[in-house]
């Protein structure tokens, strides 16, 4: 099967650091456009950041200057590093992009989401 599998998430102080890994496995040839997405209680899904296969990157007005999306080609994987961490910064994060499947073709995926708290 294909998937992409979120870790990292946890809980975190206001002003703390999280860094968000997301994993294609699978018989994955290569990764496309990814991005990172979020949701918080009672509120809509939105987009956090994303990257392209060519490495452009672009972020929310909420999180540009405090959060980093990279991508690791050769290890299928795509990361958040997130900085200065508010309490408004607290969902559920998804990491959702396309990928070209070795067996079934191009494909878009979504992860199955990891929480991230941010409390004192």
């Known amino acids: 099967q294909v998937q992409l599998v979120e870790s990292g998430g946890g809980l975190v102080q206001p002003g703390g650091s999280l860094r968000l890994s997301c994993v294609a496995s699978?018989?994955?040839?290569?990764?496309?456009?990814m991005g990172w997405n979020r949701q918080a209680p009672g509120k809509e899904r939105e987009l956090v950041a994303t990257i392209t296969s060519t490495g452009t990157t672009n972020y929310a007005d909420s999180v540009k200057g405090r959060f980093t999306i990279s991508r690791d080609n050769a290890k299928n994987t795509v990361s958040l590093q997130m900085n200065s961490l508010k309490p408004d910064d607290t969902a559920v994060y998804y990491c959702?992009?396309?990928?070209?499947?070795?067996?079934?073709?191009?494909?878009?995926?979504w992860g199955q989401g990891t929480l991230v708290t941010v409390s004192s």
């Open positions: 959702n992009g396309r990928v070209y499947d070795a067996v079934r073709g191009n494909l878009e995926l």
């Open positions: 699978g018989s994955i040839f290569s990764m496309n456009d």
